[in-house]
């Protein structure tokens, strides 16, 4: 018998199953990365672009208005959150599914993922919509609180949409189809960009017309995933909820690296939540505002690093899924020589055209006043970039193979831990003020990266061992 030169065969019994997506997922590892992240970048890009966008319409409204959006994110981002910490859960469990040629598995764990959306969107929308203004009222601002709840409580009617299109792009990266997710992504944040000013101006909305067009693009885009899913039926992934049988098993691996990953958004919530206190103290609204609308900067600097994080989770997990553990080596390496060359051009760029990106947000005469300050904050930021790839590349690894607590413990340190205490004491201790608090950001992030790209080494030199003992003894070399 000729021996079948397809390694998948074995594992799908039509030829036709095998995607394209999945040949690139089970490939070489560098390759893998490359292919993957670069539709995942173009998506995030627009992405960025619509909340820039949408921070240069805000910011016509007034200060205070980008400091009201600045109090609601943290808020926003643990709905976010949940969405892409189980969707980290869902792409882990998936891609080692995928990796052991355990279709139906993939398959099952892809239905359990839409369960737990529609569970999760139930809660949080029961918790927040009549709870909105207690939630924001704790947050210190009550002197812009009028415009948080005009923004606050329409975002938060459309939890259902964000994480369910969260948890089903990460379905679809999973299984390697990255480009899918690029183009609903790119459709959402251009009918973003679209119908802000019509809602905000045209409409006479103000910020709330901020809040309208946000949730009716990522509706739009979850009817397309739906019709992907369900109509045309042209994914590797199948939902055929006739055969479906609740797992508990299935569950608990989604949830192993969901929960963590889940709760690094918290987390990150939490820290906003944090510096924005600070800031309110030695700053006032205005410091607030700056470091919003500063942080959306950085947000965009490091979008190269977080395409490469998540195609990190795939590759790696689909190494582990298959024991090739040098495959996930070699991917986390790559990946981490990868992210530190961008990081060290984007903080170039930065810091170079610092004053040309300020002008963007300080184009209105309310805004003006602040533009200095903001300045200062992105040629401070720039030093952050470069010390991002460690701490990222790290926890992505750990969720890949199913260690969500490793990546929480990783993040915990990073933001909780370090950057705050660090922001305080430069702050407070050393009276630096507001920039006391972005250079404590920075040491922060300098100490939590090196404390993950040491743990992860560290890991990755076991396994690897492993393999070697493995290999020795199916050869009988020992």
């Known amino acids: 018998m000729m021996k079948d030169e397809n390694p998948l065969s074995s594992a799908y019994p039509r030829e036709e199953e095998i995607t394209t997506g999945i040949s690139i997922l089970v490939g070489e590892p560098k390759a893998a990365i490359r292919s993957m992240a670069w539709p995942i970048f173009v998506a995030m890009f627009l992405l960025t672009m619509y909340n820039i966008v949408d921070a240069i319409w805000v910011a016509g409204i ?4 980008l400091a009201a959006i600045g109090f609601v994110t943290p808020v ?4 976010v959150g949940f969405g892409n910490g189980i969707g980290a859960g869902v792409t882990s469990l998936i891609s080692r599914r995928i990796g052991s040629k355990d279709k139906k598995g993939a398959d099952s764990a892809a239905i359990h993922s839409l369960i737990l959306a529609l569970v999760l969107s139930v809660v949080f929308t029961i918790l ?10 704790m ?7 009028g415009l948080m709840l005009d923004y606050g409580s329409i975002i938060f009617y459309g939890t259902i949409f964000f994480i369910f299109s969260n948890i089903s792009y990460s379905i ?5 189809d990255t480009k899918r997710t690029m183009y609903v992504m790119a459709i959402s944040a251009v009918l973003n960009m679209i119908l802000d000013p019509i809602f905000i101006y045209t409409l006479g909305m103000g910020i709330a017309g901020a809040a309208v067009a946000t949730i009716l693009s990522v509706a739009v885009v979850s009817l397309v995933i739906v019709y992907w899913f369900f109509v045309k039926k042209d994914t590797y992934i199948s939902f055929n909820f006739k055969d479906f049988t609740p797992d508990f098993g299935i569950i608990k691996g989604i949830l192993s690296v969901g929960i963590p990953a889940s709760l690094e958004f918290v987390i990150m919530s939490a820290l906003m939540i944090i510096i924005n206190w600070m800031l ?12 919003t609308t500063g942080w959306r900067v950085v947000m965009f600097a490091i979008i190269p690093l977080i395409a490469i994080v998540t195609s990190l989770v795939a590759v790696a997990g689909a190494a582990y899924g298959g024991r090739f553990y040098s495959k996930m080596h070699e991917s986390y390496y790559y990946s981490l020589k990868l992210g530190l060359i961008i990081s060290l051009f984007t903080a170039a760029i930065t810091w170079i055209f610092a004053p040309q990106i300020t002008l963007i947000f300080t184009y209105s005469g309310e805004s003006a006043h602040i533009a200095p300050t903001i300045i200062a904050f992105l040629q401070t930021m720039c030093f952050f970039y470069i010390f991002v ?12 193979v199913g260690k969500g607590v490793n990546s929480l413990i990783i993040n915990l340190l990073r933001s909780l831990v370090f950057n705050a205490v660090f922001a305080w004491a430069f702050a407070f201790v050393l009276g630096l ?5 972005w250079w404590g950001i920075v040491a922060g992030d300098i100490a939590g990266g090196m404390v993950g790209y040491l743990w992860a080494s560290a890991y990755l030199r076991r396994i690897l061992k492993y393999e070697d003992k493995a290999k020795a003894k199916a050869t009988g070399s020992v």
């Open 62 to 65: 007034s200060s205070d208005a």
């Open 76 to 79: 926003f981002m643990i709905v």
């Open 128 to 137: 927040l919509v009549p709870l909105a203004e207690q939630i924001l009222l």
């Open 139 to 145: 947050l210190g601002a009550e002197d812009v609180i």
């Open 172 to 176: 679809l990266r999973a299984e390697g």
């Open 280 to 291: 309110v103290i030695v700053g006032g609204t205005d410091a607030v505002a700056v470091y």
């Open 389 to 400: 790839p460690p701490g990222m590349m790290s926890g992505s690894l750990f969720q890949a």
């Open 433 to 437: 003020g507001q920039a006391g608090i």
